[in-house]
């Protein structure tokens, strides 16, 4: 399948080959002492970024919750939580941020509402059939007294996706019993979701991440589904089966293309990309079809071993699918639901080798990129005393799976000891291991052989080099377990195999690693020939 060209999209916005960076807000920056990261945490530290060369940031929610899950069960989505600080604090970074020529990107979680949110308190508080029930998904429980849940759903976070309210109905949750979902039928619910776009683009933000961009369209009836499918989370990031009728239904694309014409409203070039975890390349692009969310998620390079064939069918597959829809690529190597990329690779030197590698691959590739806060510093996974998990997941599997606060622990910035510069106070929302000192943002910046002056240099020469500024790649023929494309008059190697090969005859312009007469296993180079 070579070579490929993603011609399609000529006329470039800003966004269609950006580098985003995604804010994790409470583990970012502490601004106020409370050990929890904030919006003045996020404004002092916007230099870091800008340092580091990203285009964007993408902040996860922000927005009033009860953090029943981290944010994303969001009580008012037009207001600030006090956690985080005020719409003013808002305004004061989407302003400075716009300064320092960084686009600012947040979240949208239209599949669900916080259980605290007006409207579902309203639902509860109305009989079973009132129009305030309506706007989520009520039924009659199943058994001669209505007490088993309307189907067999399992929750994403563990339990059943059903719970059932004292009038004897039940709602349906996907994720945490927190997090009732909306019923998308009901038009004051995309009327609501439309309104709620308007707040923030009236406010200036240049476009959003759709959480669960592949939820929202239910599967008529409700039917019960075939539970062999379901692969629990603690084996690792996996795109889920065609036949877990919960996610990807084709009715979920009309509630896209509502929101694509909203954002086509305002000027600017604002954007919209979407959490779609699908069966495959081609119900991916979907989402980013031309009338609807202008990128998706790629969560090939996730999900994809270490493997240099791996690696090529998944860039393949994607590449071919998303230039038949006429849309960038948007690589993504980790985000705060999956294990850090160094962890995933095996940790320790190994893994930080690949994970430092995999990075050089990811932003040569054609397209958008998503980076995840920290991985510019090689963090791992923090494993985590018991008592410290604050995910759902742990509560609803009954401390069976462990959920994924070992990829949100605070960033550290200075110093040498817990909380390493991220907050004022003494302690951080999760814990902050020993042993960081090194990986410091101050620490690294001193260091021209970090991870983060890694990510430095490879961000600038993105920027600068022509070559990668296209749409094209062309696979080159390389030697087993490596990888071998060509962009330009670049050409960019990755050995993801055991043995080193011969290092091609060409001038190096960039390398993951100190290279020498080979190419080492876990090592990536940018080539000029
Ligand atoms: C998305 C978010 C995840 C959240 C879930 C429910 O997958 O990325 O963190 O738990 O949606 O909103």
């Known amino acids: 399948m070579t070579p490929v060209s993603q011609s399609a999209y000529s006329q470039q916005p800003w966004w269609a080959d950006a580098v985003f960076y995604q804010i994790y807000p409470r583990s970012y920056a502490d601004g106020n002492g409370d050990g929890t990261g904030d919006l003045i945490g996020i404004c002092e530290r916007l230099d870091h ?7 964007a940031i993408w902040i996860s929610p922000f927005y009033r919750s009860p953090m029943a899950d981290g944010g994303y069960d969001v009580a008012d989505p037009c207001d ?51 129009p305030e029930r309506a706007r989520f998904i009520f039924r009659e429980g199943r058994g001669a007294n209505g007490d088993q849940p309307p189907n067999n759903w399992p929750s994403m976070f563990g339990g059943p996706a059903w719970t059932r ?28 979701f439309a309104r709620i776009l308007r707040f923030w683009l009236d406010r200036g933000v240049d476009g959003f991440r759709v959480d669960v961009a592949h939820g929202m369209a239910k599967e008529p009836g409700l039917p019960d589904m075939d539970l062999s499918v379901i692969t629990p989370r603690d084996e690792g990031a996996h795109m889920p089966s065609a036949a877990d009728i919960r996610f990807d239904r084709d009715a979920v694309h009309e509630y896209h293309r509502g929101f694509r014409k909203v954002l086509d409203s305002y000027p600017g070039d604002r954007m919209a990309v979407g959490e779609a975890w699908v069966p495959s390349s081609e119900r991916m692009a979907r989402y980013a079809a031309p009338d609807e969310l202008n990128l998706t998620f790629n969560f090939e390079l996730v999900v994809a071993p270490w493997s240099a064939t791996e690696f090529r069918s998944a ?17 993504v190597l980790a985000n705060h639901d999956v294990d850090r990329t160094a962890t995933r690779y095996g940790g320790g030197a190994r893994g930080l080798a690949r994970a430092r590698a995999a990075a050089l691959v990811q932003l040569s590739l054609p397209g958008a ?32 799976v462990r959920g994924r606060d070992g990829e949100r622990v605070p960033l550290p910035w200075t110093g040498t000891r817990p909380p390493y510069g ?5 302690t951080s929302w999760l814990p902050m291991p020993e042993g960081w ?63 080193a090969v011969p290092m091609p005859a060409c001038e190096l312009v960039h390398a993951s690693a100190p290279v020498g007469a080979d ?3 876990d090592v990536a180079v940018w080539l000029r020939s």
């Open 519 to 521: 190419l080492e296993p």
């Open 422 to 426: 991220f907050s004022t106070g003494p």
């Open 315 to 331: 860039i393949d597959r994607s590449l071919h699918a998303m230039a038949a829809v006429g849309a960038p690529c948007t690589w």
């Open 165 to 192: 309210v004292p009038d004897g109905q039940w709602y349906l949750h996907l994720f945490a019993a927190e997090q009732p979902d909306l019923d998308w039928t009901n038009p004051e619910v995309p009327a609501e």
């Open 437 to 499: 000192a090194a990986s410091t943002v101050e620490a690294e910046a001193a260091d021209p052989a970090s991870t983060l002056q890694l990510y430095r240099t490879t961000l600038r020469l993105r920027h600068t080099l022509a070559d990668l500024q296209g749409t094209a790649l062309e696979w080159l023929d390389s030697p087993d377990g490596c990888l071998a494309y060509r962009r330009g008059g670049l050409s960019v190697w990755l050995n993801a195999g055991v043995a």
């Open 80 to 130: 600030v939580d006090p956690i985080f600080g005020t719409l003013a604090d808002f305004d004061a970074l989407l302003a400075d941020a716009h300064e320092r020529g960084l686009k600012v990107t947040i979240d949208i979680v239209p599949n669900h509402f916080s259980d605290q949110h007006v409207w579902f308190r309203q639902a509860l508080a109305a009989a079973p059939g009132s």
């Open 49 to 55: 970024l800008v340092e580091l060369g990203v285009d």
């Open 369 to 400: 990129a998503y980076l995840y806060n920290g991985d510019e510093l090689g963090l791992e996974n923090v494993e985590l005393p018991d008592d410290a998990l604050q995910d759902p997941t742990w509560e609803r599997t009954g401390h069976q």
